[in-house]
């Protein structure tokens, strides 16, 4: 099954937002970038790669099929070189559009692909055994991180972008769930959880302090101590916007980003 590769933030600032979640979190510096597209910091948790990048110009971003908008950019997958064929296939088939970017080069060479999914999500697919070593953090014996656990999108129509996510990249459904403000799906590779939620209305979403455009919407870490993971936050000037007794905090930190923190695995 592919595996969730990557989240990407679009930054003002790559280096300070870079220390903001290496600082609260422990993520590991991975290495910096620079490319015709953007300069970039890349972390991980272990598993999880997290690029911080910062394009050059919003023709270009829009030129690799992202936003220019400050916050949340796009997300990638891990592929078995053997199955990109099929995975392009089902794409094509569910209505994706192929975006431009590197595309596939010499066998033996990373590749990254870009496509764009419902609500306007951009999805990128690179080749798990030529770029994972490059984009996951080596743990030392005992080591234990905070893990990015959960990825939300916000959706027009939950369930035809869930039916896209499950049918094309073999994602499972773990769960539903319908509140006063939204409807949810939760989906899994396994590893990351992959809500996809339907506010009852943009002001919903605004009230609730996320985007209320569609596409990205926030992220979450797990983390050990949620109090401990509090004070640093609050020491780094991070906002807290909602807290939820016994299941999360939500918080607000670089470039108007939602993320929330949870004790519950």
Known sequence: MPKLRHLALHTADPESTANFYKRVFDMKELHRSKSPMADGMHLSDGTVHLALLRYRSPELAAAYGSSSALGMSHIGFWLDEA??????????????????????GAPGVFFEEKWRGPDGVVIDLSDAKIGQAQYQAKLNDGERLPKLNHIALYSSAPERTANFYKRVFAMQESGRGETAFAETISLSDGYVDFSVAGFRSPEIAAQRHYPFSFGLSHFGFLVEDREAAAQRLCAVGAERVKNIPNVADKWKGPDGVVFDITDKG
């Open 83 to 104: 199955d990109a064929e099929e995975i392009r296939r089902r794409l094509t088939e569910a209505g994706a559009v192929r975006g431009e970017g590197p595309g596939v």
